[in-house]
């Protein structure tokens, strides 16, 4: 009789000792979840705050009826039981008990609607806006357009940063694991951001948690949504809408600043452009192309094709494939057009399309000798 005792304590103190360190191990997310979060994140704006207040609300009306219903339910049961000698009552209808069992129902969802629809309204007010900023959803990064306001014309991409050893577990995982970028979305603090989402490929959704929005990014639409930050802060959120292998690596951060802060880095990141703007009318040589394409292929192809080029499931393996060392109209088409899994890169300019097709067809042994010039991009362009 001890014997299962003992294996019982056993694995409770082994659950215990896991839970102890994994509970060491594990910390707050910087602008993310929290340990044993069980509420929504903090919030960072009124919308935020007012769905916050209408989920609590919705969850105590809930709670009452559920309580009200089911105590009313189990009392009957337990006083009116056969037992104790009670019969059933034998009636057709009752007009109080129709009317009560309408009218009751109807004002608490009339009560529940009213300031639901108040926060939707104000959801879908994107008037009157201070900043406007698009975001492209691509498998698996998100693209950042300023087209109004303070810092329009910055563009860039946003990219996960954790390392694949991380992701395999080869090394220490982060704090901010899988929610930290290259590229912070910068906006400063106080200010109306209006967002117009789309999609380059797949059905996407850009979320923060914090701000309250969740705003789907949809092939062929544009749709919108806003915001407006009353904390300084950095602020982090994921895709929302499963779009393919890579979707759980596809963060969203937000760096919330002060005005000055913002005036910095939008004259900055302006300047950081102009210097790196490429010249598609260069002529570049073999090792220009291979440094430039290696990082283009690190960023945009090895998440389906690996790092290494040897391909992943329905992805194929460009190691000697006929695609890479074939002819070139071939890999022009692919890369211009995309096909089947693989999307169309709209997002990449001549320079750095002609870096990564120059790259992929002198990389892991393939060794064609070739140099795909920017120019013949624009050619490619032209007879598509």
């Known amino acids: 009789m001890k014997q299962p005792t003992s294996l019982a304590g056993l694995a409770l103190g082994f659950i215990g000792l896991l839970h ?25 704006t009124k919308v935020a705050e007012e769905v916050a207040v209408l989920h609590w609300m919705m969850l105590a009306i809930c709670l009452v009826i559920f309580v009200a219903v089911f105590g009313v339910m ?20 009752s007009t109080t008990v129709e009317i009560i069992w309408t009218v009751v129902p109807l004002l608490i969802v009339i009560g529940m609607a009213l300031p639901a ?28 357009d300023y087209i109004k306001g303070e810092g329009e014309g910055i563009s860039f991409m946003q990219t996960l940063t954790t390392t694949r050893e991380q992701i395999n577990n080869q090394a220490e995982k982060s704090d901010t694991y899988l ?109 220009e192309l291979k440094q430039r ?19 992943a499931g329905a992805f194929p393996a460009l190691v000697g494939s006929k695609v890479v060392t074939g002819p070139k109209d071939g890999q022009y088409k692919i890369l211009l057009n995309g096909k089947n899994a693989m999307p169309k890169w709209s997002h990449l300019n001549d320079v750095e399309l002609a870096a990564v097709m120059t790259y992929t067809r002198n990389a892991w042994g393939n060794k064609t000798g070739e140099l795909i010039q920017p120019k013949d991009f624009t050619t490619a362009r032209a007879a598509k």
């Not at 009116?80 to 209808?93: D, I, M, P, T, V």
């Not at 914090?210 to 919108?224: C, L, N, S, Y």
């Not at 394409?293 to 391909?311: F, I, L, M, S």
């Open 20 to 44: 102890s360190n994994l509970v060491l191990a594990i910390n707050d997310m910087p602008g993310g979840p929290s340990r044993f979060q069980l509420n929504l994140q903090t919030p960072a």
């Open 74 to 93: 189990f009392y009957s049961i337990y006083k009116h039981r056969k037992s104790l000698g009670h019969k059933s009552a034998s009636f057709h209808e």
């Open 117 to 144: 629809t108040k926060t939707v309204v104000a959801m879908k007010d994107t008037t009157n806006a201070d900043l406007t900023i698009k975001v492209t959803g691509y498998q698996w990064k998100w693209g950042y």
């Open 179 to 287: 929610m930290e970028v290259d590229n912070e979305m910068v906006v400063p603090v106080g200010k109306k951001i209006r967002m117009v989402t789309t999609a380059n490929d797949v059905i996407h959704s850009w979320t923060i948690p914090a701000f309250g929005v969740k705003q789907d990014a949809i092939p062929g639409f544009v749709r919108d949504t806003w915001f407006r930050a009353e904390k300084v802060g950095t602020y982090r959120g994921q895709c929302s809408e499963l779009c393919g292998k890579e979707h759980a690596f596809m963060p969203i951060v937000v760096k919330v600043v002060t005005d000055a802060e913002y005036t910095t880095w939008a004259a900055e990141k302006k300047q950081q452009m102009a210097a790196l703007a490429d010249d598609p009318a260069k002529t570049y040589t073999m090792d």
């Open 293 to 311: 394409g290696e990082k283009v292929y690190a960023a945009n192809c090895a998440a389906c094709h690996q790092p290494n080029g040897q391909g």
